[in-house]
Structure formats: structure tokens, C-alpha cells
């Protein structure tokens, strides 16, 4: 298996711009969840579908962010505009059915950059 | 609501010596457990998991770690840290019922010298 896919990897932009990240998940797999890494604030849960559906979307920091998944295989995560707090690494992961026990499956991340 | 600490921002180890990295929980009940790695310009890795049963958990790698209920503790370890073993280390916690949720600590960034 390919494992969860990424892209792009690295993004740079500038303040005011749109940013699409976009993630495919691992094939099979139910559930997608999407993360933000800081120094900071370590890990964070943004958003978390099941079955191409938001369920929670409460890590989302603010109306600037907006994610979808319109099928099993996609998802893509926005933000516009975009701003340089807005810089981290960006990570999607996949379960099989997103409980709690279920093993999440990471990609390698996109290293955000807004100047 | 479940939290989790690791006390150890970083840890520096020689190649060759026993690792042991901290992870405290906060949960009322027995809640899932999870370590994970992540390797410079990489997605994070599991390590291993608990959910019940057998407190010694084996994982990937060498690494084990133990579940101590009565210190809210589940702490990694190596018994001989390679070289390759140098990368961030995360603790998570999931609670059962509550779905998906994960909540992960800090990080432990691990550094091996020769």
C-alpha cells in the first residue's frame, strides 16, 4: 500500500494568498483526520470525517479553515486568507473506522510557510 | 477530559544505552494508549498500543512500554538505543466510548551520540 498521500510537501506563500492541502487517503480506510503540528502547540485535531462526512470540525481555529472530503479516496483542507500564524506542518491521517482503538496511519505532512 | 504529559522536552542518550521516556495520562478510566515516533521531514509511526490485557506492551523496533495504573504512567523503553532511534517521540491518549479522539502530548525529542 502506498500509505496516506500528500501533497504538496512544502508550500510557501504569501500572506492574503489561498492554500489548498490535499490528501488521499489510505484505500479501504473509513476515516480521515487532519492535524496541524506547532512548536507551540504541539498536535492538534483540526477536523476528523467518517465516511466522506465532517463529524467534528471544533479544531477548526477559525472560519478561514475549511476542509472536504466529496469522495472515500480525496480530501483537500483551505485556508483563505491565509496568514502567518497560519504556518506549520499540516498532517492527514487515515483509520479504518476511526474509533479510538483503531491504528491512525499518518502522511508525511506539509510544511507550510506564510510570509 | 483525557490529557497527556511528557515531562521530557528532550533526552540525550549514547548509542547503546537503555532508553526510558515518560508519558503520565489524566483519565478516570483505563483509556488507550499510544506511542507514537516521527522521524525528521516524516509522518508519525506507531510504535506501539494498549488497550487491555498484558501491562508489558511489545511494539515495533525494540521498543516496549508498561502501563503502571497505579502511577497513570506508560512509559517507552529500549534496552539498547541505535543511532537510527534519534527522532520525536509522542505519547497519545484515546478514551473508549468517546470515538476517535486522540490527545497527544508534546514530544520527547530524542537525540543518540556516539
Known amino acids: 500500500d502506498a500509505g496516506v498521500i500528500q501533497s504538496p510537501r512544502h508550500e510557501v506563500t504569501e500572506m492574503g494568498q489561498e492554500v489548498t492541502l490535499r490528501c488521499k487517503p489510505i484505500?479501504?480506510?473509513?476515516?480521515l483526520f487532519w492535524y496541524r503540528q506547532t512548536m507551540m502547540r504541539g498536535l492538534e485535531l483540526l477536523i476528523y470525517?467518517?465516511?466522506?462526512?465532517?463529524?467534528?470540525d471544533s479544531g477548526m481555529p477559525e472560519d478561514r479553515f475549511s476542509a472536504k472530503m466529496p469522495n472515500a479516496s480525496f480530501s483537500t483542507l483551505k485556508i483563505q486568507p491565509s496568514e502567518p500564524r497560519d504556518s506549520a506542518v499540516y498532517f492527514c491521517?487515515?483509520?479504518?473506522?476511526?474509533?479510538?482503538?483503531?491504528?491512525?496511519?499518518f502522511g508525511p505532512g506539509t510544511r507550510l510557510t506564510v510570509l | 477530559a483525557q490529557s497527556v504529559t511528557q515531562p521530557d522536552i528532550h533526552i540525550t542518550v549514547s548509542e547503546g544505552a537503555s532508553l526510558e521516556l515518560r508519558c503520565n495520562y489524566s483519565?478516570?478510566?483505563?483509556?488507550?494508549l499510544f506511542w507514537y515516533v516521527q522521524s525528521p521531514g516524516q509522518g508519525l509511526q506507531l510504535l506501539l498500543k494498549?488497550?487491555?490485557?498484558?501491562?508489558l506492551v511489545q511494539g515495533i523496533k525494540g521498543f516496549e512500554a508498561e502501563f503502571k495504573r497505579s502511577q497513570s504512567s506508560f512509559n517507552l523503553r529500549k534496552p539498547s538505543v541505535h543511532w537510527s532511534d534519534a527522532a520525536e517521540y509522542f505519547c497519545?491518549?484515546?478514551?473508549?466510548?468517546?470515538?476517535?479522539?486522540?490527545?497527544f502530548g508534546k514530544g520527547t525529542s530524542l537525540l543518540v551520540t556516539p
Open positions: 491521517a487515515s483509520s479504518r473506522a476511526g474509533f479510538s482503538t483503531d491504528t491512525q496511519y
Open positions: 484505500s479501504g480506510h473509513n476515516s
Open positions: 470525517f467518517n465516511n466522506n462526512v465532517p463529524i467534528d
Open positions: 483519565y478516570g478510566a483505563t483509556p488507550y
Open positions: 494498549y488497550f487491555s490485557g498484558d501491562t
Open positions: 497519545a491518549v484515546g478514551a473508549p466510548n468517546s470515538g476517535y479522539a486522540l490527545n
